[in-house]
């Protein structure tokens, strides 16, 4: 079979990952799909007996190089085994192999890939969408526990969570820049963040969705934001059918950068059907020609960040318009609390209004 889907599902210690696979499958199965989830491999190493918390560095190193070659071979091998299936099928891999680099140093990170002929860029290109599902620690403590995960260092008390915390945040940065990464909240109801599980899937696999606007608020920074992802989008609209919106997008940060042509078409009054893919330098080139003309490039820094359990974008405008800083929600329902920062006062909620769309604040006047 050709274009077969691979998901990483990631996030920090106790975020719900073994329970969303069991949901994944279970999900999509019954839908006729043939799911291959390729095992965590770091805990198939602790569990042999290899500790990251050894003393000895030869051992360490080996450990890791270990599960970068192994995690390497597995997700080959199943990828092999999807494209014996003779029904639609795809893989998901619990953790990817850029989860690796949140463990260690850069420079044995970089050792690493050397030896196994790869590099951070060609690794994150392997997977067609990242699952970041933020951990228990993060804004849902009283969830937090051990008792699932027998080889789990960050225990269930202030020091631990705090560890868990800074976990997450570091394989959340490893993950940075690939084009379909989607990180999913905590909420009061874990069924909640299984359900945004299957809808991100359901995307990647080119099934219609149910329209859902995130909650944006019109703000003003009034303090020091907390560790952040910063990025540089330049956004150009092409032109599209009626009902079809069509954007090509350059993300760059810390010197690297990412080209994507997504496509959004609505096919009914509440359904729309997403459609993303990585496009090469000369690809982005040749498809500026197709630029609408009536829709001016959008430029913009965007600082992304997780607080208390929710994943947030604030984007400052630089071109067509300088004078606005817009905070979008990611995955927060209707019926929950956002859990606004310290550092930002709240103008307007704008949610729903096509004033602030991209696409129509790109039109020229």
């Known amino acids: 079979m050709e274009n077969i889907k691979r998901i990483v599902l990631t996030g920090g210690p106790c975020a719900g990952k073994t329970t969303a696979l069991v949901r994944i499958i279970e999900h999509f199965s019954n839908l006729g799909f ?53 029904r639609p099928t795809f893989v998901v891999c619990d953790r990817g192999t850029l989860d690796i680099s949140a463990y260690i140093d850069k420079q044995m990170w970089g050792e690493l890939c050397e030896k196994c002929g790869t590099s951070a860029n060609d690794l994150r290109n392997r997977y067609d969408a990242v699952l970041h599902l933020v951990s228990a620690a993060d804004g849902a403590e009283q969830y937090y526990t051990t008792a699932t995960n027998s080889t789990r260092y960050e225990q269930a008390n202030e020091e631990g969570l705090r560890i868990a915390r800074d976990l997450d945040k570091k394989v959340n940065r490893a993950w940075t820049g690939h084009p379909h990464l989607r990180v999913i ?52 609209y092409l032109v599209a059918d009626p009902d079809c919106e069509v954007r090509l997008r350059r993300r760059s940060w810390s010197g690297e950068f990412v080209n994507v042509h997504k496509t959004k078409k609505r096919i009914s009054a509440n359904e729309i059907l997403e459609t993303e893919r990585q496009v090469s330098n000369a690809l982005y080139e040749s498809l500026l020609q197709q630029a609408d003309p009536y829709r ?11 607080w208390k359990g929710q994943y947030f974008e604030i984007d400052s405008f630089h071109a067509p318009v300088d004078n606005l800083v817009m905070l979008q929600t990611k995955g927060v329902e209707r019926q929950e609390t956002v859990n606004f920062p310290p550092f930002l006062r709240v103008v307007a909620d704008v949610t729903g209004n096509p004033q602030y769309y991209n696409y129509n604040i790109a039109l020229r006047k």
Not at 215 to 221: A, D, N, P, Q, S
Not at 228 to 235: F, G, H, L, P, V
Request: charged share 25%.
């Open 296 to 306: 001016a490039t959008i430029r913009k820094t965007r600082r992304s960040f997780i």
């Open 34 to 86: 043939k799911v291959f989830t390729v095992p965590e491999v770091p805990t198939m190493y602790s569990q042999g007996g290899w500790s990251y918390l050894t003393p000895n560095h030869d051992l360490y190193y080996e450990g890791e190089l270990a599960i970068l070659q192994t995690q390497l071979a597995l997700e080959d091998s199943f990828m092999r085994l999807a494209e014996t299936c003779t």
């Open 185 to 236: 909240n905590n909420h009061d109801d874990f069924d909640a963040k299984l359900g945004r599980v299957i809808m991100e899937i359901s995307n990647v696999l080119g099934l219609p969705q149910t329209v859902k606007e995130e909650r944006v608020y019109l703000v003003e920074i009034t303090g020091e934001l907390p560790e952040c992802i910063e990025s540089e989008i330049t956004q150009t």
